[in-house]
């Protein structure tokens, strides 16, 4: 991973870190790159909203997140733009630099469904990678309009959602009648 935007770090020096603690932040983080996949993206300059509440735990400090932002792409059948709205749920577990090194591949002793753990730096979460793959996650593979698109029509390009029941193209039409011709010359095989 190469340097990590500014934007992503949330400073805690404000939570204490004695567990029980709590705080909650509101983030209007506006990217400055895309985040996403090829195909669709939060793009360059929009707002991912985070609405964070940090615990301070024995080990660290837990992040529990709603994570709001708008996807922008294209139909992958029809290239119609299309838009996603991402509303995410994460949860992560932060441990302190110290409590890292003493605890060497230790399991956390709670219950809570953590997928992976963060190390703080200081007083400073940063916020890139679970956003990141949160998004990332909840994007599809294949945009599409609706479910039922139908896509275009692969010689002229246009929609078929638009097109007359019985469009059809010339090049269609000379093709089959060439297969017609093939059939009539096959050999017989009968002898
Ligand atoms: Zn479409
Ligand atoms: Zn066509």
Redesign the pocket.
């Given at each position: 991973m190469t340097r990590l935007p500014e934007v992503y770090k949330l400073n805690t020096y404000e939570l204490p870190q004695r567990p029980g603690e709590m705080k909650e932040y509101e983030l209007d983080i506006e990217i400055p790159e895309k985040v996403g996949t090829e195909l669709i993206a939060v793009v360059a300059g929009d707002i991912i909203e985070v609405d964070a509440r940090l615990e301070s735990v024995a080990e660290g400090i837990l992040l529990s997140a709603e994570i709001f932002a708008t996807a922008k792409g294209e139909c992958t059948r029809c290239l119609d733009p299309v838009e996603i709205a991402i509303e995410k749920r994460i949860q992560e577990l932060y441990l302190y630099e110290k409590k890292a090194e003493r605890r060497k591949g230790k399991p956390v002793e709670d219950d809570l469904e953590i997928e992976d753990e963060f190390l703080m730096e200081g007083d400073v979460m940063d916020l890139q990678t679970p956003i990141r793959d949160a998004i990332v996650l909840s994007l599809p593979n294949n945009p599409l309009c609706r479910e039922d698109c139908e896509g275009?029509?692969?010689?002229?390009?246009?929609k078929w959602a638009e097109?007359p029941d019985d469009?059809?193209?010339e090049a269609i039409d000379a093709r089959w009648a060439g297969l017609a011709g093939l059939t009539i010359d096959e050999p017989d095989f009968k002898n």
């Open positions: 275009l029509c692969p010689d002229c390009g246009g097109l469009h059809a193209h």
